[in-house]
T-cell receptor
Framework: GENVEQHPSTLSVQEGDSAVIKCTYS??????FPWYKQELGKRPQLIID?????GEKKDQRIAVTLNKTAKHFSLHITETQPEDSAVYFC???????????FGEGTQLTVNP | EAQVTQNPRYLITVTGKKLTVTCSQN?????MSWYRQDPGLGLRQIYY???????DKGDVPEGYKVSRKEKRNFPLILESPSPNQTSLYFC????????????FGPGTRLTVT
């Protein structure tokens, strides 16, 4: 089955700096890669996703890049703000669509 | 309002006492899943269902049961809870197809003593 590894487990940045979180996956058949943000005590919520036929996707201050050959994808947050502080999860979904495998999560702290 | 609901939100119980956590969605989604979240381990899938009467094991199914008798409901059953099942549980749903967003319920924090 799919295995997703996520790094780093914790990340601390100054407000206004950029943050990058990286994930690798094992199953070359995976074709959908979402990123979720989970604030303390709340449910995970989708912030951006990318399909395997796309190399990069951007939505305002957040972007995701995908390298299918290397089987890794990354989340980029620019101009970070304190409200970006949360746990971020990457995930990969198999082609069959039945399984979504998550990384272990990254605790991002943005210091004012 | 489109949503996934779970009940109860918090539960403290004792080892061996059967319990059920309910999950319901009002979006007519085909896919429903249960996850458990533990520190440092991310979200791990327990069971999933692709439609009514179709369920399959996820990564950590031991000690859990599910059923999908109606499209909107997907209860999680712990027949004989043990302390290692103390965790935060999330139900989720999404439409059929690979590229659809998955919506999570608010979570159920379970403590087994």
């Amino acid at each position: 089955g799919e295995n997703v590894e996520q790094h780093p487990s914790t990340l601390s940045v100054q407000e206004g700096d950029s943050a990058v979180i990286k994930c690798t996956y094992s199953d070359s058949a995976s074709n959908y890669f979402p990123w979720y943000k989970q604030e303390l005590g709340k449910r995970p919520q989708l912030i951006i996703d990318i399909r395997s036929n796309v190399g990069e996707k951007k939505d305002q201050r957040i972007a995701v890049t995908l390298n299918k050959t290397a089987k890794h994808f990354s989340l980029h947050i620019t101009e970070t703000q304190p409200e970006d502080s949360a746990v971020y999860f990457c995930a990969a979904r198999e082609t069959s669509g039945s399984r979504l495998t998550f990384g272990e999560g990254t605790q991002l702290t943005v210091n004012p | 309002e489109a949503q996934v609901t779970q009940n109860p939100r918090y539960l403290i119980t004792v080892t061996g006492k059967k319990l059920t956590v309910t999950c319901s969605q009002n979006m007519n989604h085909e896919y429903m899943s249960w996850y458990r979240q533990d520190p440092g381990l991310g979200l791990r899938q327990i069971y999933y269902s692709m439609n009514v009467e179709v369920t399959d094991k996820g990564d950590v199914p031991e000690g859990y049961k599910v059923s999908r008798k109606e499209k909107r409901n997907f209860p999680l059953i712990l027949e004989s809870p043990s302390p290692n099942q103390t965790s935060l549980y999330f139900c989720a749903s999404r439409p059929a197809g690979s590229f659809y967003e998955q919506y999570f319920g608010p979570g159920t924090r379970l403590t087994v003593t």
